[in-house]
Nanobody, 120 residues
Framework: QVQLVESGGGLVQPGGSLRLSCVASGTFLSINIMGWYRQAPGKERELVALSNSGGSTNYADSVKGRFTVSRDNAKNTVYLQMDSLKPEDTAVYYC??????????????WGQGTQVTVSS
């Protein structure tokens, strides 16, 4: 029904920047929420940033002021701009989407994950 393709991960030095992208394709009425979670080795998956259809955003305290989530609704794409990266940001980052599939039905989907490594 819906597929998510992530890109933009990689290796970066502490203090550097990366921009992640996630493109959604498939059949749905609208996209209600788009955003990002991450999972570090030995830890559970945690919220990073979310954006709803009205443009409101929600960030984890650990990334607030450093990361910015944004959307291009015409392209069904969500971005995560990551600045001032720290080693503790190292994780697999997963795109998340909540879509209005039908009038009474919502469905959530996950991207395949992209590795972000912050190391000197």
């Amino acid at each position: 029904q819906v597929q998510l393709v992530e890109s933009g991960g990689g290796l970066v030095q502490p203090g550097g920047s990366l921009r992640l992208s996630c493109v959604a394709s498939g059949t749905f009425l609208s996209i209600n929420i788009m955003g990002w979670y991450r999972q570090a080795p030995g830890k559970e998956r945690e919220l990073v940033a979310l954006s709803n259809s009205g443009g409101s955003t929600n960030y984890a305290d650990s990334v607030k002021g450093r990361f910015t989530v944004s959307r291009d609704n015409a392209k069904n794409t969500v971005y995560l701009q990551m600045d001032s990266l720290k080693p503790e940001d190292t994780a697999v980052y997963y795109c998340y989407i909540l879509v209005q599939s039908r009038i009474w039905i919502t469905d959530n989907y996950w991207g395949q994950g992209t590795q972000v490594t912050v190391s000197s």
